[in-house]
């Protein structure tokens, strides 16, 4: 960014490290970072968010606050810019400078280039990489309490890249923020442990890929309890023979000995164990035998077996979701 400054402004510019007004606001101190962009005897103090969640109505007011305790002008430094919030800052007379070669300092000079980062697109429902990483977070963080994402990557297995888009997804989403500390990433929860699981509930789908059935349940640790069987653990509903019972990984279904699976007929005429496939590995969010209590609820939302749904409402009362309506 420095190259294409000198190429507008000359040698001369320089940015260095500047001292907060001291009377800054904790808000403001904790959430941006502060730089003095110098040319010749000019200065600028540049503000940027030190989380890439920033929402402009928030950003725009604090930085106006923050240009009334600055002794010199001010602008915000950004990472990325759209063409619809670069059109806004200008109407409004805000100065800012964006890594996408956007300079609009109105105090020096300005110059724009077309190159405004693309409107983000959020898919209708999470892939499962994001599903796993979003349940991952509900259960092992708060409001406001943190983790880093290659911490996160270990854990659930998953490629720094499959992580960083599940990241960047639910960061979009306006889920959770954010926070760079040098070659870290931290995320935070946005929200309490109810509402944040609100927030995205609706984009989230059952884990259930397929349904293979087998003459005998195959040995293995990775087995866990899943569908109506594992409702029947937790609630008043009783579960029948032929209901699912064991979750597997994919890759785990893919060791299945061939001569272990049967048809669909088979399984109703002699009986046998009904294995769900799942697009992500149950065992990574469970630890009592069982699969999650948000996959479970997932896998079998959309049952028209009332009773199912009676069990499954322990379940959504229990995390805040709203019971559904029989009548």
């Not at 002008?73 to 990472?79: E, G, I, N, V």
């Not at 064991?246 to 785990?252: D, E, G, K």
């Not at 399984?267 to 697009?279: A, M, N, R, T």
Request: with cysteine; hydrophobic share 35%; charged share 25%.
């Amino acid at each position: 960014m420095m190259e294409f400054l000198k190429s507008i402004f000359g040698d001369n510019i320089i940015i260095t490290s500047y001292e907060y007004p001291r009377d800054t606001p904790v808000y403001i101190r904790d959430n941006y970072n502060v730089q003095l962009l110098s040319w010749d005897e000019h200065r600028c103090a540049l503000l940027s968010p030190n989380s890439n969640s920033w929402r402009l109505p928030s950003l725009k007011k604090q930085f106006v606050n923050f240009c009334k305790l600055s002794t010199v002008p001010c602008a915000l430094y950004l990472d990325r810019l759209t063409a619809q919030q670069r059109r806004n800052l200008v109407e409004n007379r805000l100065p800012f400078i964006a890594e996408s070669q956007q300079v609009f300092l109105p105090f020096w000079g300005c110059f724009f280039n077309e190159k405004c980062a693309s409107v983000s697109h959020i898919e209708e429902t999470m892939a499962p990489g994001t599903q796993l990483v979003f349940l991952y977070l509900y259960y092992h963080t708060g409001h406001n309490r943190t983790m880093n994402q290659t911490e996160l990557s270990k854990k659930l297995r998953l490629s720094k890249a499959t992580c960083s888009r599940a990241i960047k997804d639910l960061a979009e989403s306006g889920v959770i923020e954010i926070k760079n500390e040098g070659t870290n990433k931290w995320i935070i929860s946005r929200f309490d442990k109810p509402e944040f699981l609100r927030k995205a509930y609706s984009r989230m789908k059952s884990p259930v890929k397929r349904v293979i059935y087998v003459k005998n349940e195959p040995p293995g640790p990775h087995l866990l309890q899943s569908g109506v069987k594992a409702l029947s653990s937790i609630s008043m509903v009783g579960a029948k023979e032929y209901d699912r019972g064991i979750a597997v990984s994919a890759r785990i279904a893919s060791t299945i000995p061939a001569e272990y699976i049967i048809s669909k007929r088979e399984f109703e005429d002699f009986g046998g164990s009904v294995i769900e496939v799942w697009s992500y590995a149950p065992e990574l969010l469970s630890d009592n035998g069982r699969v999650d209590d948000i996959s479970l609820l997932l896998s079998l939302d959309n049952d028209p077996d009332e009773r199912i749904q009676m069990g499954l409402d322990e379940i959504r009362e229990k995390h805040g979701l709203p019971v559904k309506d029989y009548e």
